[in-house]
C-alpha cells in the first residue's frame, strides 16, 4: 500500500511476485486474473457515529468517483489550506462506455463542509535528512 496524500508512488508490476499466469486465479471473464490489482481505498467516519470504514474499488467508475472527489477537495485547499472536511452522500450517475453504453457508477457528492475540521492538522510527508543517507551498510 502507498498514499498518495504523501507523494508515495506504487511499485511497479514487475517488482512484484506472482508473474505465473498459470497460478493465477480465474477472473470474471474466465481468464486468468492478476491477484495484484490497482486498488482505490477512500476512509470515511460518519459525523454523527463517528463509525469509521473504507470505500475500496478496482473499477474504472469507481476510481473516477474518487479522484473526481479528491480533485475538489484539492482545489479548494489550493484557494484555503484550512478548509474543513466534505460531508459526503453517496450518489449514482451514468457513465457512458464503448462496450455497454451509460452504466451506473458512484458518486460522491458533497453535501456541505465540516469547518470544525478545519482544525485538523494534516501532517507532511517525513524530509529525509543527510544523516539519514549516511548509514554504512557492511558486505
Given at each position: 500500500m502507498y498514499r498518495v496524500a504523501l507523494g508515495e508512488k506504487p511499485p511497479d508490476r514487475e517488482e512484484l511476485d506472482d508473474h505465473d499466469k498459470g497460478n493465477w486465479p480465474e477472473g470474471l471473464d474466465g481468464k486468468p486474473a492478476d491477484p495484484w490489482v490497482h486498488q482505490y481505498?477512500?476512509?470515511?467516519?460518519?459525523?454523527?457515529?463517528?463509525e469509521v470504514g473504507s470505500f475500496v474499488t478496482t473499477?474504472?467508475?469507481g476510481r473516477r468517483a474518487v479522484a473526481d472527489l479528491c480533485a475538489t477537495y484539492a482545489k479548494r485547499a489550493a484557494k484555503s489550506p484550512n478548509c474543513g472536511q466534505p460531508l459526503i452522500k453517496l450518489a449514482?450517475?451514468?457513465?457512458?462506455?464503448?462496450?455497454f453504453g451509460k452504466v451506473p457508477r458512484p458518486l460522491f457528492e458533497i453535501a456541505d463542509?465540516?469547518?470544525?475540521?478545519?482544525?485538523?492538522?494534516?501532517?507532511?510527508p517525513p524530509?529525509?535528512?543527510k544523516n539519514?543517507?549516511?548509514?554504512?551498510?557492511?558486505?
Open positions: 481505498l477512500l476512509p470515511l467516519e460518519s459525523p454523527s457515529s463517528g473499477s474504472f467508475g449514482v450517475t451514468d457513465m457512458p462506455t464503448k462496450k463542509w465540516d469547518e470544525a475540521a478545519s482544525g485538523i492538522e494534516v501532517m507532511p524530509a529525509a535528512s539519514d543517507l549516511d548509514d554504512e551498510i557492511p558486505f
